[in-house]
């Protein structure tokens, strides 16, 4: 048994020069607000339906789905393992798919399974973040996070990582094109993935300005405009499922404490968002926006 325990994403890519330099405006800008989208907040943020309906047609593909994309699959999904969950039989062959329902990292990895039509091939392990199993630790991942990847024999982590892994290894439409340009492109926002979270939940804080979280807004809609389509590579992509789950919780937190619609002023972002909750794979990792809401409140704000 080799276990393999990574402590950062290996990705390397010299800025884009097209994209705005993600640096925070001065204290004198204000920020205008516009609440004048057609969409809804119900719309935009759907809950999540979990059922063991298998959905799919003769083509593998629907109209609505894009095109680097498996058959829909939805499954009933495993309840949480707790601290007095007995473990499974370890490094027996069978691929694990570790993960947390309530984490956004996990949810990356989990939406490229789904993407790949690996329901059957790899299997969800969820983990009670508030109440681990101690064997997981010990037997499974020392760095005792989420998520990680049991895959003959070895155990590997980082959601980044893994999404890379998956695609690469495993059957299925590819989720990176081959055009040279969008996959240095890919790799200079899956670097910027990380600023973009931190700048966002330094916003969180009751004294600071929403400017700051608009920042990283602008630099995403400009993103957004390089290819053609609504999505970051022109093709749905690893680029737009790591984005996904952040957004997903980002919108309605924003909209509910401070009152600001992250789609105001951005189209490009508003059309990505649309066609996001088309996704089944996407759509089926998704948490019912008050419950995101409040699970923010009381981390950040309490």
């Given amino acids: 048994m080799v276990v393999l325990v990574r402590v950062s994403s290996a990705f390397t890519a010299t800025r884009d020069p097209s994209l705005p330099s993600p640096r925070f405006p001065s204290s004198s800008q204000t920020l205008a607000f516009k609440f004048s989208r057609a969409y809804s907040l119900k719309r935009q943020l ?6 063991s309906i298998v959905a799919s047609n003769s083509s593998g593909l629907s109209p609505s789905r894009p095109r680097a994309m498996a058959a829909s699959v939805r499954e009933a999904l495993p309840p949480a393992l707790t601290s007095t969950s007995a473990p499974p039989n370890l490094f027996d062959g069978t691929t694990r798919l570790y993960i947390s329902y309530t984490c956004p990292y996990a949810q990356r990895v989990w939406i490229t399974r789904n993407c790949k039509g690996l329901q059957e091939k790899i299997q969800l392990f969820p983990i009670d973040l508030q109440d681990r199993p101690a064997w997981y630790k010990e037997k499974v991942y020392p760095p005792n996070k989420v998520p990680a990847l049991e895959h003959n024999n070895e155990v590997r982590g980082e ?11 495993f059957e299925g439409p590819s989720l990176l094109p081959d055009d040279s340009a969008k996959r240095e492109f890919a790799e200079d926002l899956l670097t910027y993935a990380g600023t973009f979270y931190e700048t966002i939940v330094s916003s969180f804080k009751e004294d600071v300005n929403v400017i700051k979280a608009g920042t990283a807004f602008d630099y995403i809609e400009t993103a957004l405009s390089k290819f053609d389509g609504p999505f970051f ?24 404490v401070k009152n600001h619609d992250i789609t105001a002023g951005r189209p490009r972002l ?28 009381k981390r950040f704000l309490f």
């Avoid at 022109?234 to 919780?249: K, N, T």
């Fill in 46 to 51: 759907q809950p999540q339906f979990r059922s």
């Fill in 159 to 169: 959601s980044l990582d893994l999404m890379k892994y998956i695609d690469s290894n």
């Fill in 233 to 256: 590579l022109g093709q749905f992509s690893l680029v737009d499922i790591a984005y996904a789950p952040f957004v997903e919780r980002f919108q309605p937190f924003l909209m509910d």
């Fill in 270 to 297: 508003a059309a990505w968002i649309e066609e996001m909750n088309k996704i089944d794979a996407y759509k089926q990792t998704c948490h019912d926006p008050k419950e995101l809401v409040d699970r923010y409140k």
